[in-house]
């Protein structure tokens, strides 16, 4: 499958703060798709990219894929404490199974 | 609908002994997934199904482990003999595999301990 590169692996920010996790890879991705997990929970998707330069938002999540469709990130505005967790960014292969990135783990600190 | 089902949700067994692991994929996915989550190597796709059929199952470690679809609606994930090395968090996923694929649904997994 696709490999995808995550960063940072770990991040802590103050409560209100932004946090941004980026995933990059050396090929270019058919699509990507970001998933959460919650600390002792299970993955759970939150959104795919398809498109070149594709952005979309979920409340106070913005995803962004590139250009070349070689980069993607999440971006959270004014963390709060319930956005605590391990976000993933997974790339399909050719045979449409996941390969997952090793994720960054947030810390939300109140 | 309920999701995907897991069972058991924790497993702790010794060293040599046979472990199953069940999984009921949600209803009309035709897709069906086995990862193994671990600290050191982060969510490993062990082996993946479509349509009932194996496709890819190069991520299986060893002869040790096998898996099976019986039906759409049930999947299996075996270890014999199991070993320390296989503890881990084994999650099953279910997803419609459409182009392009559709979100994964995981299970809430199995933490197995083999001690």
């Known amino acids: 499958g696709q490999q995808v590169m995550q960063i940072p692996q770990y991040q802590h920010v103050q409560e209100g703060e932004d946090f941004t996790t980026y995933c990059n890879s050396s090929?270019?991705?058919?699509?990507i798709q970001w998933y959460k997990q919650r600390p002792g929970g299970h993955p759970v998707f939150l959104i795919q990219?398809?498109?070149?330069?594709e952005v979309k938002k979920q409340k106070r999540l913005t995803f962004q894929f590139g250009e070349a469709k070689k980069n993607s990130s999440l971006h959270i505005t004014a963390t709060q404490t319930t956005d605590v967790g391990t976000y993933f960014c997974?790339?399909?292969?050719?045979?449409?199974?996941?390969?997952f990135g090793s994720g960054t783990q947030l810390t939300v600190l109140p | 609908d309920a999701g995907v089902i897991q069972s058991p949700r924790h497993e702790v067994t010794e060293m040599g002994q046979e472990v199953t692991l069940r999984c009921k994929p949600i209803?009309?996915?035709?897709?069906l997934f086995w990862y193994r989550q671990t600290m050191m190597r982060g969510l490993e796709l062990l082996i993946y199904f479509n349509n009932n059929v194996p496709i890819d199952d190069s991520g299986m470690p060893e002869d040790r482990f096998s898996a099976k679809m019986p039906n759409a609606s049930f999947s299996t994930l075996k270890i014999q003999p199991s070993e320390p090395r296989d503890s881990a968090v084994y999650f099953c996923a279910s997803s419609w595999g459409g182009e392009p694929p559709y979100g994964y649904t995981f299970g809430s997994g199995t933490r197995l301990t083999v001690v």
């Open positions: 209803s009309g996915h035709n897709s």
């Open positions: 997974a790339a399909s292969g050719s045979a449409r199974q996941l390969t």
């Open positions: 090929t270019t991705l058919s699509n």
């Open positions: 990219l398809v498109k070149s330069g």
